[in-house]
């Protein structure tokens, strides 16, 4: 397989990345065959995962919005996969001009495609590093750089603590995380579920069993369980809702039936 000048040398390009399959679910171009090959294999099961994938994403950009429209200017995006159109970066500085951003992730393309995109940009950065361990992202020089966390601060856990298992504590890493921010500061979330799903939980699970295949557990969990990432929040109006109904730009019931497969919400620090 040839290589493309864009994909670095230091990664095994015949190994699926989940950021390269959520790439190719968003229609771009950073994809490989064996990315797309498990793509459409978790869509035998679930052949709408396009339509939730670009339902996250629109909640991305209202919730960017939102924040930017409360006087936030700095955004820290955790688990922010390979910049596809209308990113953070773009969304916060068409809505609030001078907005600074920190892109974190521990996929070596998404880091390498981000550092790309964002090369001549003194206001937006990449940092290479886990949720799983938040001190390293919260000590990295490049945020220090741009981000003032004395200051409020929107904080997105974009479609990423489903790859976190339990084992490894997410709870743990979002409430570190939000002891590190100042008041006012939000939480944008979304996370999957099989709560919403159109289709039986046994079907579902085949999509989630590609993911396994691929040594990244898409761990689904409950809106309860989802809810408790929030502790510490109060949560924004209208609280933790399927995507498309989180301050909606349309009418939801124009939705497709896969954008309601998941959960959403705006917490804010106090």
Same mark, same amino acid.
């Given at each position: 397989m040839e290589r493309p000048a864009w994909a670095p040398r230091s990664i095994d390009i015949t190994v699926p990345s989940v950021s390269r399959i959520y790439d190719y679910y968003l229609g771009g171009s950073h994809n490989f065959e064996?990315?797309?090959e498990a793509a459409r294999?978790?869509?035998?099961?679930?052949?709408?995962?396009?339509?939730?994938?670009?339902?996250?994403?629109?909640?991305?950009?209202?919730?960017?919005?939102?924040?930017a429209g409360e006087g936030i200017t700095q955004f820290l995006?955790?688990?922010?996969?390979?910049?596809?159109?209308?990113?953070?970066?773009?969304?916060?500085?068409?809505?609030?001009?001078?907005?600074?951003?920190?892109?974190?992730?521990?996929?070596p393309v998404a880091v390498a495609?981000?550092? %790309?995109?964002? /090369?001549g940009d003194d206001?937006? *950065?990449?940092?290479?590093?886990?949720?799983? =361990?938040? +001190? #390293?992202?919260?000590?990295?020089?490049r945020l220090a750089r741009l981000i003032d966390l004395n200051r409020p601060v929107a904080l997105l856990l974009v479609a990423i603590l489903h790859f976190v298992e339990d084992a490894d504590d997410p709870y743990g890493a979002v409430a570190e995380l939000r002891?590190?921010?100042?008041?006012?500061?939000?939480?944008?979330?979304?996370?999957?579920?099989?709560e919403g799903i159109p289709q039986p939980a046994e079907r %579902?699970?085949? /999509?989630?069993?590609?993911?396994? *295949?691929?040594?990244?557990?898409?761990?689904? =969990?409950? +809106? #309860?369980?989802?809810?408790?990432?929030?502790e510490g929040y109060d949560m924004v109006e209208p609280g933790l809702v399927p995507m498309p109904h989180w301050r909606?730009?349309?009418?939801?019931e124009d939705e497709d039936p896969y954008a309601f497969s998941g959960y959403a919400g705006v917490g804010r620090t106090a």
């Amino acid at each position: 397989m040839e290589r493309p000048a864009w994909a670095p040398r230091s990664i095994d390009i015949t190994v699926p990345s989940v950021s390269r399959i959520y790439d190719y679910y968003l229609g771009g171009s950073h994809n490989f065959e064996v990315d797309r090959e498990a793509a459409r294999k978790a869509m035998e099961f679930l052949p709408g995962l396009p339509k939730t994938m670009q339902a996250n994403r629109a909640f991305m950009r209202r919730a960017v919005r939102f924040a930017a429209g409360e006087g936030i200017t700095q955004f820290l995006d955790i688990g922010s996969g390979i910049p596809t159109f209308g990113n953070v970066h773009e969304v916060a500085r068409a809505a609030a001009p001078g907005a600074r951003v920190v892109y974190v992730d521990h996929d070596p393309v998404a880091v390498a495609h981000s550092e %790309a995109v964002l /090369a001549g940009d003194d206001d937006a *950065d990449v940092v290479a590093a886990d949720l799983r =361990r938040p +001190r #390293e992202i919260l000590e990295s020089p490049r945020l220090a750089r741009l981000i003032d966390l004395n200051r409020p601060v929107a904080l997105l856990l974009v479609a990423i603590l489903h790859f976190v298992e339990d084992a490894d504590d997410p709870y743990g890493a979002v409430a570190e995380l939000r002891k590190a921010l100042a008041p006012g500061s939000l939480l944008i979330l979304t996370h999957a579920s099989y709560e919403g799903i159109p289709q039986p939980a046994e079907r %579902a699970e085949g /999509a989630v069993d590609v993911y396994k *295949d691929i040594r990244n557990p898409l761990i689904m =969990r409950s +809106r #309860e369980e989802i809810a408790r990432f929030f502790e510490g929040y109060d949560m924004v109006e209208p609280g933790l809702v399927p995507m498309p109904h989180w301050r909606p730009d349309s009418a939801p019931e124009d939705e497709d039936p896969y954008a309601f497969s998941g959960y959403a919400g705006v917490g804010r620090t106090a």
